[in-house]
């Protein structure tokens, strides 16, 4: 089944302007996180909401969860174009031992910040 | 700063080569991974490893597909007779506590089957 849904598939903004991507998933989760990968590059980790939290906040990122809607949403404030990269929100599904052992990506959502 | 580094950056073989993919992981960290990434699309998972042993692997490691450790730092992916389909970037992945959940990513492996 699918997991990590992200929406919108693209989005293009100004500098300054705050963008907003969201993630859709299916199963019970451990946690949730969003990584950030450049063109051609690895991913690097930007934020980790556990499924009892809410709301997180790191610098200008913004990271929301609702398990009842299965769902969550990464606010970038103040965007600068060196912002520009894929996001991908990454699922941790529970195992039967309440912890879990992979994450599963989603496609992600391609950020494009003009000057 | 501690990274995961993966070799080769790139490689070019032949259909039905085999291929092994190699990582060397943060060397503290407990938990390996190996994701591909078809160009332009999703992150998929293919396996997890964890004690010297596979954790959880995916659909897509079939027979074909095998990790090991072979001497206490590097992580391997082999693909014993590669197809056309197994062209993609493979990333190795590490993390130190299951618990805390962060995956610390190589820069990728790039392989493409002619």
């Known amino acids: 089944s699918q997991q990590g849904e992200e929406d919108p598939q693209a989005l293009s903004i100004q500098e300054g302007e705050n963008a907003t991507m969201n993630c859709s998933y299916k199963?019970?989760?451990?946690?949730l996180q969003w990584y950030r990968q450049n063109s051609g590059r690895g991913l690097v980790h930007l934020i980790l909401?556990?499924?009892?939290?809410r709301e997180k906040h790191s610098g200008r990122l913004r990271v929301t969860l609702d398990t009842s809607k299965k769902s969550s949403s990464l606010l970038i404030t103040a965007s600068r174009a060196a912002d520009t990269a894929s996001y991908f929100c990454?699922?941790?599904?529970?195992?039967?031992?309440?912890?879990?052992?992979?994450?599963?990506f989603g496609a992600g959502t391609r950020l494009a910040v003009h000057p | 700063e501690p990274e995961v580094t993966q070799t080769p950056s790139h490689q070019v073989t032949q259909m039905g080569q085999e291929v092994i993919l190699r990582c060397v992981p943060i060397?503290?960290?407990?938990?390996f991974y190996w994701y591909r990434q078809i160009l332009g699309q999703k992150v998929e998972f293919l396996v997890s490893?964890?004690?010297?042993?596979?954790?959880?692997k995916s659909e897509i490691f079939d027979d074909q597909f095998s990790v090991e450790r072979p001497d206490g730092s590097n992580f391997t992916l082999k693909i014993r007779s590669t197809k056309l389909e197994d062209s993609a970037m493979y990333f190795c992945?590490?993390?130190?506590?299951?618990?805390?959940?962060?995956?610390?990513f190589g820069e990728g492996s790039r392989l493409t089957v002619l």
């Open positions: 992945a590490s993390s130190e506590r299951l618990a805390t959940g962060e995956l610390f």
């Open positions: 199963t019970s989760i451990n946690n």
């Open positions: 909401i556990r499924s009892n939290e």
């Open positions: 990454a699922t941790a599904p529970i195992i039967f031992s309440g912890g879990y052992n992979k994450l599963i």
């Open positions: 060397s503290n960290h407990l938990y």
């Open positions: 490893f964890y004690n010297n042993e596979i954790s959880e």
